[in-house]
Structures are given as C-alpha cells and as structure tokens.
C-alpha cells in the first residue's frame, strides 16, 4: 500500500488540516477568521499534541488577537475533531502564527534589491566602458 511510506503522524496531520478547515469555516463563523489560511501542522509521535501553524492578514497585534481566539476555541475544536475523526486519541491543539510567509517576503525583497543594484552597477560600467580615454 502506497500510503505506508508516508508517516503516520503527517497523515494525521493532513487530516487535521482538512478539519480543522471545515471547522473553523463552518462552526466558529467568525468572519476576522475567514481568511486565515494553515500552513502546516506538526502532529507529536504519540499524538498527544498537534501544533498548528496559521497565517493571516492584519498587523502584529490583531494577528496576536487571532491566534489568541483559535487558541480558546481549541478545545472545542478537539472536541469536534473527536466527532469527526476515527482515532483513539486525539491531539491537543496548540495554534502558532507562521511567521515563515513573513520572512520569505523579506528575503525575496532583499534578492530583489541586491539583483537591482547589481544591473544599475553592469549598466553604469557598460556606459563608462564605452567612453573614450581622456574624453
């Protein structure tokens, strides 16, 4: 079977993202929440803890607030998950703001400038190289 050489913990893992996607979608219905987007969820061996890393817009302190709100509704979304899910156990979720996203768009700025500078300095010294000496 195909699926036996994917862990079993990123299984589940994938599993969680999908309901929990459904849940926070259908049962918490809170509109601020409605473009919060899972990047990745971290599921422990004995699946007693899921991690749960989120992205969405908005500054610092509403992104805080946010992530404060999925964090009280986590029991409740266990609970559901247990509903939902056929395992024995189910994990105690944990949400954490990915700042991966955040840090990805700054390197890609940084490359960006660093190639902009680059082509202005080969395009400043294609001009000078075509100067005559002593003009």
Do not use: C, W
């Not at 709100?69 to 944990?94: C, D, F, Q, T, Y």
């Amino acid at each position: 079977m195909a699926t036996k050489n994917i862990p079993r913990t990123r299984r589940i893992g994938e599993q969680l993202r999908r309901e929990l996607a459904e849940l926070i979608r259908d049962e918490l219905r809170d509109p601020r929440l409605a473009l919060i987007s899972m990047t990745s969820i971290e599921v422990s061996r004995d699946l007693a803890y899921a991690r749960v890393y989120v992205t969405l817009m908005g500054d610092p302190v509403e992104r805080n607030e946010r992530v404060s709100e999925l964090n009280r509704a986590a029991p409740m979304l266990r609970r559901e998950l247990g509903r939902r899910m056929r395992l024995r156990v189910i994990p105690k979720l944990e949400f954490r703001y990915d700042e991966i996203v955040e840090q990805g768009a700054r390197l890609s700025a940084l490359i960006d400038a660093a190639v902009a500078s680059d082509v202005s300095r080969h395009h400043d010294d294609a001009d000078n190289a075509g100067m005559e000496p002593g003009t």
